[in-house]
Protein backbone atom coordinates (compact mmCIF):
# COMPACT_ATOMS: atom_id res chain seq x y z
CA UNK A 1 0.00 0.00 0.00
CA UNK A 2 1.42 2.90 -0.92
CA UNK A 3 1.59 6.79 1.11
CA UNK A 4 -1.57 7.72 -1.13
CA UNK A 5 -3.84 4.67 -0.40
CA UNK A 6 -2.65 5.14 3.17
CA UNK A 7 -3.88 8.70 3.72
CA UNK A 8 -6.76 9.11 5.68
CA UNK A 9 -9.80 10.61 4.03
CA UNK A 10 -12.41 10.42 6.49
CA UNK A 11 -11.75 10.71 9.94
CA UNK A 12 -13.85 10.53 12.95
CA UNK A 13 -12.95 10.57 16.47
CA UNK A 14 -14.15 10.81 19.82
CA UNK A 15 -17.82 11.42 18.24
CA UNK A 16 -20.58 12.31 20.37
CA UNK A 17 -24.73 13.20 19.10
CA UNK A 18 -27.49 13.77 21.63
CA UNK A 19 -30.90 14.60 21.23
CA UNK A 20 -32.30 15.69 24.44
CA UNK A 21 -31.41 12.59 26.92
CA UNK A 22 -31.02 10.61 24.06
CA UNK A 23 -27.57 9.28 23.16
CA UNK A 24 -27.14 7.77 19.94
CA UNK A 25 -23.62 8.31 19.36
CA UNK A 26 -20.82 8.50 22.12
CA UNK A 27 -16.95 8.27 22.19
CA UNK A 28 -17.51 7.22 18.40
CA UNK A 29 -14.09 6.75 16.25
CA UNK A 30 -13.90 6.01 12.44
CA UNK A 31 -11.43 5.65 9.71
CA UNK A 32 -11.69 5.36 6.02
CA UNK A 33 -8.62 5.16 4.11
CA UNK A 34 -8.60 6.82 0.52
CA UNK A 35 -10.13 3.98 -2.14
CA UNK A 36 -11.49 2.33 -0.54
CA UNK A 37 -14.84 0.77 -0.21
CA UNK A 38 -16.67 1.40 3.53
CA UNK A 39 -20.32 -0.12 3.94
CA UNK A 40 -21.89 1.22 7.01
CA UNK A 41 -24.56 -0.94 8.95
CA UNK A 42 -26.25 -1.20 12.06
CA UNK A 43 -29.61 -1.41 13.78
CA UNK A 44 -32.70 0.98 13.85
CA UNK A 45 -31.70 3.96 15.67
CA UNK A 46 -27.79 3.31 15.60
CA UNK A 47 -27.43 6.86 14.13
CA UNK A 48 -26.12 5.38 10.50
CA UNK A 49 -27.71 8.40 8.38
CA UNK A 50 -27.16 10.94 11.22
CA UNK A 51 -23.36 9.92 11.22
CA UNK A 52 -23.30 10.62 7.10
CA UNK A 53 -24.78 14.50 7.84
CA UNK A 54 -22.12 15.19 10.62
CA UNK A 55 -18.94 14.08 8.42
CA UNK A 56 -20.88 16.08 5.49
CA UNK A 57 -21.07 19.22 8.01
CA UNK A 58 -25.23 19.12 7.57
CA UNK A 59 -25.41 18.48 11.35
CA UNK A 60 -23.38 19.57 14.12
CA UNK A 61 -22.45 16.77 16.80
CA UNK A 62 -22.86 17.29 20.35
CA UNK A 63 -18.86 16.45 20.64
CA UNK A 64 -15.68 15.37 18.98
CA UNK A 65 -14.08 15.81 15.56
CA UNK A 66 -14.59 15.50 11.82
CA UNK A 67 -12.13 15.88 9.73
CA UNK A 68 -13.05 15.21 5.92
CA UNK A 69 -10.05 15.39 2.95
CA UNK A 70 -7.97 17.22 6.02
CA UNK A 71 -10.93 19.49 6.82
CA UNK A 72 -12.14 19.95 10.02
CA UNK A 73 -16.22 19.95 9.09
CA UNK A 74 -17.20 21.92 12.49
CA UNK A 75 -14.11 24.38 12.91
CA UNK A 76 -13.41 25.52 9.22
CA UNK A 77 -14.04 28.99 7.67
CA UNK A 78 -16.89 28.73 5.15
CA UNK A 79 -14.17 29.36 1.89
CA UNK A 80 -12.65 25.75 3.29
CA UNK A 81 -15.98 24.55 3.72
CA UNK A 82 -17.15 25.30 0.44
CA UNK A 83 -13.63 23.85 -1.42
CA UNK A 84 -13.84 20.49 0.29
CA UNK A 85 -17.24 20.48 -0.02
CA UNK A 86 -16.67 20.51 -3.73
CA UNK A 87 -14.13 17.53 -4.02
CA UNK A 88 -17.11 15.03 -2.62
CA UNK A 89 -20.42 13.86 -4.02
CA UNK A 90 -23.53 12.72 -2.40
CA UNK A 91 -26.56 10.39 -3.32
CA UNK A 92 -29.05 10.74 -0.66
CA UNK A 93 -31.67 7.58 -0.20
CA UNK A 94 -34.39 8.48 -2.61
CA UNK A 95 -31.92 10.20 -5.13
CA UNK A 96 -33.47 13.49 -4.81
CA UNK A 97 -33.18 14.61 -8.03
CA UNK A 98 -35.18 17.98 -8.76
CA UNK A 99 -38.58 16.99 -10.50
CA UNK A 100 -38.87 20.16 -12.13
CA UNK A 101 -35.67 19.97 -14.01
CA UNK A 102 -35.04 17.17 -16.85
CA UNK A 103 -31.86 14.58 -16.09
CA UNK A 104 -29.41 16.56 -17.49
CA UNK A 105 -30.23 20.10 -15.41
CA UNK A 106 -30.19 18.10 -12.29
CA UNK A 107 -26.65 17.02 -13.82
CA UNK A 108 -25.58 20.37 -14.56
CA UNK A 109 -26.39 22.04 -11.64
CA UNK A 110 -23.46 21.23 -9.47
CA UNK A 111 -21.27 22.66 -12.35
CA UNK A 112 -23.03 25.20 -12.78
CA UNK A 113 -23.16 26.73 -9.18
CA UNK A 114 -19.15 25.63 -8.65
CA UNK A 115 -17.82 26.18 -11.87
CA UNK A 116 -17.42 28.95 -14.89
CA UNK A 117 -17.70 26.03 -16.94
CA UNK A 118 -18.79 27.51 -20.76
CA UNK A 119 -22.05 26.55 -21.91
CA UNK A 120 -20.96 24.74 -24.82
CA UNK A 121 -19.39 22.31 -22.96
CA UNK A 122 -21.96 21.71 -20.34
CA UNK A 123 -23.81 19.07 -22.79
CA UNK A 124 -20.56 17.41 -23.49
CA UNK A 125 -19.83 17.42 -19.49
CA UNK A 126 -23.22 15.99 -18.44
CA UNK A 127 -23.46 13.16 -21.18
CA UNK A 128 -20.20 11.95 -19.75
CA UNK A 129 -21.43 11.78 -16.55
CA UNK A 130 -24.55 10.13 -17.35
CA UNK A 131 -21.86 7.37 -19.56
CA UNK A 132 -20.32 6.67 -16.05
CA UNK A 133 -23.34 6.32 -14.47
CA UNK A 134 -24.29 3.55 -17.01
CA UNK A 135 -26.98 5.79 -18.58
CA UNK A 136 -27.64 6.33 -22.53
CA UNK A 137 -27.51 10.19 -23.66
CA UNK A 138 -30.71 10.12 -24.70
CA UNK A 139 -31.80 9.84 -20.59
CA UNK A 140 -30.58 13.87 -20.41
CA UNK A 141 -33.75 14.85 -22.06
CA UNK A 142 -36.32 13.17 -19.79
CA UNK A 143 -37.69 14.46 -16.64
CA UNK A 144 -37.36 12.41 -13.18
CA UNK A 145 -41.13 11.04 -13.36
CA UNK A 146 -40.33 9.22 -16.63
CA UNK A 147 -37.86 7.28 -15.00
CA UNK A 148 -37.54 3.66 -13.38
CA UNK A 149 -36.32 3.46 -9.66
CA UNK A 150 -33.19 1.90 -10.97
CA UNK A 151 -32.69 5.17 -13.43
CA UNK A 152 -33.40 7.48 -10.75
CA UNK A 153 -30.48 6.50 -8.65
CA UNK A 154 -28.03 6.40 -11.87
CA UNK A 155 -29.81 9.93 -12.73
CA UNK A 156 -28.50 11.05 -9.06
CA UNK A 157 -25.37 9.11 -9.70
CA UNK A 158 -24.20 10.94 -12.14
CA UNK A 159 -25.55 14.00 -10.35
CA UNK A 160 -23.13 13.07 -7.80
CA UNK A 161 -20.19 12.19 -9.65
CA UNK A 162 -20.43 16.22 -11.20
CA UNK A 163 -17.37 17.54 -10.35
CA UNK A 164 -15.39 15.01 -10.71
CA UNK A 165 -15.23 14.11 -6.62
CA UNK A 166 -12.83 12.07 -4.74
CA UNK A 167 -15.10 10.72 -2.03
CA UNK A 168 -18.85 9.33 -2.59
CA UNK A 169 -21.15 9.49 -0.13
CA UNK A 170 -24.17 6.91 -0.32
CA UNK A 171 -27.52 6.51 2.00
CA UNK A 172 -29.59 3.12 1.17
CA UNK A 173 -28.74 3.13 -2.32
CA UNK A 174 -30.67 -0.09 -3.44
CA UNK A 175 -33.27 -0.10 -1.33
CA UNK A 176 -36.69 0.12 -3.40
CA UNK A 177 -34.94 -1.82 -5.79
CA UNK A 178 -35.66 -5.12 -7.41
CA UNK A 179 -32.95 -7.72 -6.93
CA UNK A 180 -31.55 -7.87 -10.69
CA UNK A 181 -31.27 -3.71 -10.44
CA UNK A 182 -29.90 -3.66 -7.05
CA UNK A 183 -27.18 -6.02 -8.15
CA UNK A 184 -26.23 -4.26 -11.27
CA UNK A 185 -26.09 -0.88 -8.85
CA UNK A 186 -23.27 -2.62 -6.97
CA UNK A 187 -21.86 -3.42 -9.95
CA UNK A 188 -21.53 0.48 -10.94
CA UNK A 189 -20.29 1.40 -7.35
CA UNK A 190 -17.38 -1.25 -7.54
CA UNK A 191 -16.79 0.44 -11.05
CA UNK A 192 -16.69 4.14 -9.55
CA UNK A 193 -13.98 2.96 -7.07
CA UNK A 194 -11.88 0.59 -8.53
CA UNK A 195 -11.35 1.85 -11.95
CA UNK A 196 -12.22 6.18 -10.95
CA UNK A 197 -10.37 5.48 -7.53
CA UNK A 198 -13.23 6.98 -5.55
CA UNK A 199 -13.72 6.38 -2.11
CA UNK A 200 -16.58 4.95 -0.75
CA UNK A 201 -18.85 5.43 1.99
CA UNK A 202 -21.96 3.59 1.40
CA UNK A 203 -24.80 3.22 4.48
CA UNK A 204 -26.77 0.17 3.12
CA UNK A 205 -28.63 -2.85 5.09
CA UNK A 206 -28.36 -4.96 1.89
CA UNK A 207 -27.07 -8.11 2.59
CA UNK A 208 -25.94 -8.62 -1.39
CA UNK A 209 -24.03 -5.39 -1.44
CA UNK A 210 -22.18 -6.41 2.27
CA UNK A 211 -21.48 -9.78 1.00
CA UNK A 212 -20.12 -8.92 -2.68
CA UNK A 213 -18.53 -5.57 -2.99
CA UNK A 214 -17.87 -3.77 0.61
CA UNK A 215 -14.20 -4.14 1.38
CA UNK A 216 -14.77 -3.44 5.17
CA UNK A 217 -17.80 -3.36 6.54
CA UNK A 218 -18.17 -1.27 10.04
CA UNK A 219 -21.12 -2.43 12.25
CA UNK A 220 -22.53 0.29 14.76
CA UNK A 221 -24.54 0.47 17.80
CA UNK A 222 -24.32 1.20 21.67
CA UNK A 223 -23.45 4.46 20.11
CA UNK A 224 -19.97 3.15 19.02
CA UNK A 225 -18.38 1.12 16.13
CA UNK A 226 -19.48 -2.97 17.23
CA UNK A 227 -17.41 -4.38 14.58
CA UNK A 228 -14.62 -3.03 11.57
CA UNK A 229 -13.74 -5.68 9.14
CA UNK A 230 -13.95 -7.77 6.13
CA UNK A 231 -17.20 -9.43 5.72
CA UNK A 232 -15.92 -12.81 7.28
CA UNK A 233 -14.42 -10.92 10.59
CA UNK A 234 -17.35 -9.51 11.32
CA UNK A 235 -19.53 -12.10 10.53
CA UNK A 236 -17.12 -13.70 13.24
CA UNK A 237 -18.07 -11.31 16.07
CA UNK A 238 -19.95 -12.70 19.02
CA UNK A 239 -22.65 -10.29 18.91
CA UNK A 240 -26.22 -10.98 19.29
CA UNK A 241 -27.56 -8.57 16.35
CA UNK A 242 -24.45 -9.11 14.22
CA UNK A 243 -25.26 -12.69 14.18
CA UNK A 244 -29.02 -12.69 13.69
CA UNK A 245 -28.36 -9.98 11.03
CA UNK A 246 -26.17 -12.25 9.13
CA UNK A 247 -27.86 -15.53 9.83
CA UNK A 248 -29.10 -16.30 6.61
CA UNK A 249 -25.56 -16.30 5.81
CA UNK A 250 -23.83 -18.47 7.44
CA UNK A 251 -20.11 -17.81 4.99
CA UNK A 252 -19.14 -15.55 2.80
CA UNK A 253 -19.95 -16.99 -1.01
CA UNK A 254 -17.35 -17.98 -3.63
CA UNK A 255 -18.97 -16.47 -6.31
CA UNK A 256 -17.17 -14.23 -8.83
CA UNK A 257 -16.61 -10.67 -7.35
CA UNK A 258 -18.73 -8.20 -9.24
CA UNK A 259 -16.03 -5.54 -8.58
CA UNK A 260 -14.20 -7.22 -11.45
CA UNK A 261 -17.10 -6.86 -13.89
CA UNK A 262 -18.05 -4.05 -15.90
CA UNK A 263 -21.05 -1.63 -14.79
CA UNK A 264 -24.36 -2.97 -16.52
CA UNK A 265 -27.10 -0.58 -17.37
CA UNK A 266 -29.62 0.50 -15.52
CA UNK A 267 -33.22 -0.11 -15.56
Known amino acids: MNALEQEVVIDVAGLATRFGTQTVHQDLDLQVRRGELVALIGGSGTGKSVLLREILGLQRPSAGSIRLLGTDMWKADAEALAAT ?116 LVVTHDLDTLLSIAQRIVVLGQGKVLADGTAAQVMAVDDPWIQSYFSSRRSVPDAADPATQAPADGT
Open 85 to 200: RRRFGMMFQEGALFSSLTVAANVATPLLEHTDTPAEFLPRLVNLRLSLAGLGSEVGAKMPAQLSGGMKKRAAIARALALEPEVLFLDEPTSGLDPITARAFDQLLAFLNRDLGLTV
